[in-house]
């Protein structure tokens, strides 16, 4: 397991006031937007906790991964999985808000009867049109 490569990180000291989440995150962690239980910001496999292990929905608060810069704030849901280059799986993930796609790096403690039930989805849709 390679451990995840990370940019420059910029200084944290110079924060925008409306930097309040409506989320609740903190550098903690984060109450999630849908099942609203507290997610610990250390995770495994990644240096950066964007979304809930327990339900792997997520919110859209970040441009690039972390900055909290995006103005959308709105809940982000897990649509598909991404076999990434590498073999690496990813999670995409569907703004409810603006409706855009961004693939995230799953962590090592996310719900694996979730990840399940998203190939089920597949599974079943693809099935569905067939016959
Ligand atoms: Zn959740
Ligand atoms: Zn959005």
Do not use: Y
């Not at 403690?109 to 597949?122: C, F, G, K, M, N």
Request: with cysteine; hydrophobic share 35%.
């Amino acid at each position: 397991m390679s451990r995840p490569k990370r940019g420059t990180r910029g200084s944290r000291t110079e924060r925008p006031s409306w930097d309040a989440d409506p989320a609740g995150r903190t550098d903690a962690g984060f109450t999630c937007v849908h099942c609203a239980r507290l997610v610990p910001q250390a995770a495994l496999g990644t240096s950066q906790r964007n979304h809930c292990p327990f339900c792997l929905w997520s919110a859209h608060v970040d441009i690039r991964p972390g900055d909290r810069n995006c103005l959308c704030r709105s809940a982000m849901e897990p649509v598909a999985l991404w076999a990434a280059e590498g073999g690496e799986l990813r999670v995409l993930h569907r703004c409810t808000g603006c409706g855009v796609i961004k693939p995230n790096r799953l962590a090592g403690d996310d719900a694996e009867d979730v990840i399940d039930e998203l190939v089920a989805r597949l599974v079943r849709a693809r099935g569905g049109r067939e016959r």
